[in-house]
């Protein structure tokens, strides 16, 4: 169970992540929920990546160990 939970936090941060680099491309100066960061468009367009780099990890991690306990096919 702790798994799919685990899966599903991976999943919703790379959604809105991913999200939020798009929208920061798309508009330099909407730096969303990590504007309070600091280092300007740069900063938060790194933290945007780095955050989806770490839910997309986390995903593929839980989704491993699930499967490895026979709870995925």
């Given at each position: 169970m702790k798994y799919d939970i685990l899966q599903g936090i991976g999943a919703v941060v790379t959604?809105?992540?991913a999200?939020?680099?798009?929208?920061l491309l798309v508009d330099h100066d909407d730096t969303g929920l990590l504007g309070g960061l600091g280092g300007g468009f740069g900063g938060?367009?790194?933290?945007?990546?780095a955050l989806v780099a770490v839910g997309v990890l986390l995903t593929g991690w839980s989704h491993s160990k699930a499967k490895a306990l026979g709870r995925r096919g």
């Open positions: 959604v809105l992540f999200q939020g680099a798009i929208r938060a367009l790194t933290a945007h990546l």
